[in-house]
C-alpha cells in the first residue's frame, strides 16, 4: 500500500529538514538586517560602533525570538520527524 506525503516517514524527514533550515535562514537574515541598519545609523550619526553593536544584539534577540515561535508552534502542532505513524 502506498503512503501519502504526510504519512512517508522519508517525506516527513525532508519536510522538517527544510523547516529547520529555513528558520536558520531566518535567524541569519535578522542577525545581517539589523547589523546593516546599525552600521548605517553609526555612519550617519558618526558614532563609530554604537548602533552596529546595539543592532547585532537586537538581531539577535529578534533572530532567537522568531526560531523559538516557530519551535513552539511545530511542537503544538506534533511535528515531530521522529514519532512513529501509525
Do not use: C, E, N
Request: charged letters at 15%; a positive charge; glycine letters at 18%.
Amino acid at each position: 500500500m502506498a503512503h501519502g506525503p504526510q504519512q512517508d516517514p522519508i517525506g516527513r524527514g525532508f519536510g522538517a529538514g527544510y523547516a529547520i533550515v529555513g528558520a536558520g535562514f531566518q535567524f541569519a537574515f535578522a542577525i545581517v538586517l539589523f547589523l546593516g541598519a546599525g552600521v548605517l545609523l553609526d555612519r550617519w550619526l558618526g558614532t563609530r560602533p554604537v548602533f552596529t553593536l546595539l543592532g547585532v544584539a537586537v538581531g539577535l534577540g529578534a533572530g532567537f525570538y522568531v526560531f523559538l515561535v516557530r519551535v513552539m508552534a511545530a511542537s503544538k502542532r506534533g511535528d515531530d520527524p521522529g514519532k512513529p505513524s501509525p
